[in-house]
């Protein structure tokens, strides 16, 4: 069974950084792309990041310069260095791999449990 299991959130005041990571398990193969999404209190769920199995990054307008995304593929794991954080990044952060190809199931998509980042003015 394919889980992701995020991990490095929390409270932090505007202006401080934190890191999230996120670790995908169970007899993987290979995972396509990797993301991050988060969702604010009664909004929608946005993309934040992408990263691709080569390293390609895509961003969000809204934290180009701040964030950066990285993953190491040996370890399955994604990881988002967020820094200058402002209140309006809090939400709850969910990683994303794309089509994982795993012993005994089917490829598919899997979502992390999210973590809840929280930035105080």
């Known amino acids: 069974q394919v889980r992701l299991v995020e991990s490095g959130g929390g409270l932090v005041q505007a202006g401080g950084s934190l890191r999230l990571s996120c670790a995908a398990s169970g007899n993987i193969f290979s995972i396509n792309d990797m993301g991050w999404y988060r969702q604010a209190p009664g909004k929608q769920r946005e993309l934040v990041a992408t990263?691709?199995?080569?390293?390609?990054?895509n961003y969000a307008d809204f934290v180009k310069g701040r964030f950066t995304i990285s993953r190491d593929n040996a370890k399955n794991t994604v990881y988002l260095q967020m820094n200058s954080l402002k209140p309006e990044d809090t939400g709850v952060y969910y990683c994303k791999a794309d089509q994982v190809a795993a012993r005994g199931v089917t490829r598919a998509d899997y979502w992390g449990q999210g973590t809840q980042v929280t930035v105080s003015a």
């Open positions: 990263i691709t199995s080569g390293g390609n990054t």
